[in-house]
């Protein structure tokens, strides 16, 4: 039984073909060397990876509305572009600098390093094996946690088509965003261009 849409609507094989997709973007986060701090306690894991994953959910309501969900030290936001409201790309990827860094400095006794992809995704189809919970599913999807393992401490990779969101209207702003790499990615057909942004923090 598959539920779209966090509706009741039982699909078939028939059905899944008429399901309409959506786009938008998808962020990927992950908390840096945090197994090394699980295998020593367990409790401090757990208070970091609360410290570090919960002012980047809570960082707007954008964010927040969109978390889709939390895996261990992984974290997946998705906000389609039907949601998007007055928000633009930039102001997304403000948001994500900004969660990642807001207590890096200033708490480093308490606060991971993360790592994190942005991909703007297409034929993405909205959808959930369990009821009343909405989850993400297409090949874009998969994209970005494979972006996702290109990055490092401190990093963004955000793929070129983000990178052409983030152009549409100031081009100005970003034109000199790094170096773009291009690179093959398992499941994926075509070669994937990509940036990374390195936050700047002390840490």
Known sequence: MIFYKNSKLEI???????????SGVCIFVDVVNSTEIKYRSYQQ????????LRPIAEISPIFNNNLVKIIGDEL?????????DDE???????????????????????VLQTKAAVHHCSNIYPISFIQNRLDYYGLDIDLTSRLLNRSGPNNIIISEKFFDKLTE???DEFEHTGKVYEDKFRGIGNLVKYRRLTLKTTK
């Open 12 to 22: 078939s094989e028939r059905s899944f073909k008429k399901l309409e997709t959506i």
């Open 45 to 52: 894991w757990i208070i970091r990876l609360y410290n570090t």
């Open 76 to 84: 997946m936001i998705f906000i389609p572009d039907a949601s998007m």
């Open 88 to 110: 633009n790309y930039d102001r997304i990827l403000e948001l994500l600098y900004t969660g990642m860094t807001i207590f890096l400095d200033k708490y480093p006794d308490l």
């Open 169 to 171: 209207k100031n081009l």
